[in-house]
């Protein structure tokens, strides 16, 4: 069984930073990509940035420059430090592997979402 564990989340105050992290466990074969979406009221899910095994990284354009994507692989975890934070990016944000476990076909796991909440 493949489980994704967020942490980090929390409430800061426009201009400030936060640093999420993803910590995938169970029976990984392999990762392909990892990556952070978001989702505010209203709105749907969107791409927040996207890290590939061979370290290629894609942005949203509403977050380039201030949001920077790592990956640590012996670890399987994923990092979002995000940087000089405004009230538009107030969302829940949602950790996204595509990997493949033991045995089985590759497919898309999801973390449970972290609330980023910030103020004005």
């Known amino acids: 069984q493949v489980q994704l564990v967020e942490s980090g989340g929390g409430l800061v105050q426009a201009g400030g930073s936060l640093r999420l992290s993803c910590a995938a466990s169970g029976s990984i074969f392999s990762i392909n990509s990892m990556g952070w979406y978001r989702q505010a009221p209203g709105k749907q899910r969107e791409l927040v940035a996207v890290i590939t095994g061979g370290s290629r990284r894609n942005y949203a354009d509403s977050v380039k420059g201030r949001f920077t994507i790592s990956r640590d692989n012996a670890k399987n975890t994923v990092y979002l430090q995000m940087n000089s934070l405004e009230p538009e990016d107030t969302a829940v944000y949602y950790c996204?592997?595509?990997?493949?476990?033991?045995?089985?076909?590759?497919?898309?796991?999801w973390g449970q979402g972290s609330q980023v909440t910030v103020s004005s």
């Open positions: 996204n592997a595509n990997l493949r476990p033991y045995g089985s076909a590759s497919s898309n796991y």
